[in-house]
């Protein structure tokens, strides 16, 4: 988070850098490949990014996933990770519950934070897979006209966020 004192002066790098500001984001404008296993299928990337070290992200998604198995309650994993395959966080317990009826979509919004242990440029990518022991077909379902997000902002300095996990 940005300070502002008084008498402080307004600088090109304080404008530029006031956070929170997007540095990556990528649209699902169509569904998924089939989720069928515990093997990740890569849902969408950004495109390159600097994640500069002593920043913190926040890595977003909000969008909707499709549970094509009737009668079953079943859990999506869902990872964010650096496009060079590094993991960046994993998102579990994302659960789509899906009663009699298949093909019913169901909003999915997950969100971390995190700061890299060294400046790095990379893409970021949102994968998703089965739990283990699952039995059913998903997919995240996107549309022009009702898009999944991937959005990473930098939202200040990692020292404001004790604790946030590294990647």
Not at 50 to 59: L, M, N
Not at 67 to 83: Q, V
Not at 124 to 130: K, P, R, Y
Request: net charge neutral; with cysteine.
């Amino acid at each position: 988070m940005t300070t502002w004192l008084a008498g402080m002066r307004i600088t090109a790098d304080r404008l530029n850098r006031g956070s929170p500001f997007v540095v990556a984001h990528a649209a699902l404008t169509a569904n998924s490949a089939n989720i069928t296993s515990t093997t990740e299928v890569t849902i969408v990337t950004t495109g390159t990014a600097r994640f500069e070290q002593g920043r913190a992200y926040k890595f977003e998604y909000h969008g909707l996933a499709q549970h094509a198995t009737a009668s079953l309650t079943d859990i999506l994993y869902l990872r964010f990770r650096r496009g060079s395959g590094g993991l960046i966080r994993n998102i579990q317990n994302a659960l789509v519950a899906n009663r009699a009826t298949t093909g019913r979509n169901a909003a999915i919004d997950v969100a971390t934070l995190c700061t890299p242990t060294s400046t790095i440029n990379d893409t970021v990518t949102l994968t998703a897979a089965w739990d283990t022991g699952s039995s059913a077909t998903f997919m995240m379902a996107g549309t022009s006209g009702t898009p999944g997000l991937l959005t990473v902002w930098d939202v200040g300095d990692a020292a404001d966020y004790p604790g946030i996990s590294t990647f």
